[in-house]
């Protein structure tokens, strides 16, 4: 899932950003990867909570929406959200230009971890298997 996230830390950082975003009426969050906030616990859930009270609180007003997008609309127990209203085959997101175009890459000699502490360098060769530089 991640590294853990302390909600304390969550909320208490960024406050001049918080005080920008709660200064506004009508706010409407987007979470994109959103399979990694399912969790109503988290602390990305409880600060869009604390947006909303702030929001609500100092203007009358409400967010306006969370929205969630997901290629893996599913909790860490495989079940779908709930809260789902567009479900799109990969197929046909990917010829809709919605995702990325999926790219396999194929490797013209033996693929070798390096030694190294360093993920990016251990995995290297692997990594850039499926780098095409046309794509930018």
Same mark, same amino acid.
């Given at each position: 899932?991640?590294?853990?996230?302390?909600?304390?830390?969550? %909320?208490?950082?960024?406050?001049?950003?918080?005080?920008? @975003?709660?200064? *506004? &009426?009508?706010?409407?969050?987007?979470?994109? /990867?959103?399979?990694h906030v399912w969790d109503s616990g988290s602390a990305w859930n409880e600060a869009? &909570?604390?947006?909303? /009270?702030? @929001?609500?609180?100092?203007?009358?007003?409400?967010?306006?929406?969370?929205?969630?997008?997901?290629?893996?609309?599913?909790?860490?127990?495989?079940? %779908?959200?709930? *809260? +789902?209203?567009?479900?799109?085959? #990969?197929? /046909?997101?990917?010829?809709?230009? +919605?995702?990325?175009?999926? #790219? @396999?890459?194929?490797?013209? &000699?033996?693929?070798?971890?390096?030694?190294?502490?360093?993920?990016?360098?251990?995995?290297?060769? *692997?990594? %850039?298997?499926?780098?095409?530089? &046309?794509?930018?």
């Amino acid at each position: 899932m991640g590294p853990v996230v302390s909600k304390t830390k969550a %909320l208490d950082t960024g406050a001049a950003l918080r005080d920008r @975003i709660t200064a *506004h &009426r009508r706010v409407m969050v987007l979470n994109d /990867e959103a399979h990694h906030v399912w969790d109503s616990g988290s602390a990305w859930n409880e600060a869009i &909570r604390t947006l909303h /009270e702030t @929001i609500l609180s100092c203007s009358g007003y409400k967010l306006v929406a969370p929205l969630d997008f997901s290629a893996t609309p599913k909790d860490n127990k495989g079940l %779908l959200f709930k *809260h +789902i209203v567009c479900d799109t085959p #990969l197929g /046909e997101a990917v010829d809709a230009g +919605i995702v990325k175009t999926p #790219l @396999i890459g194929q490797a013209s &000699r033996k693929l070798v971890e390096q030694a190294d502490d360093n993920a990016a360098y251990r995995w290297e060769q *692997h990594l %850039l298997l499926g780098y095409d530089d &046309r794509v930018r």
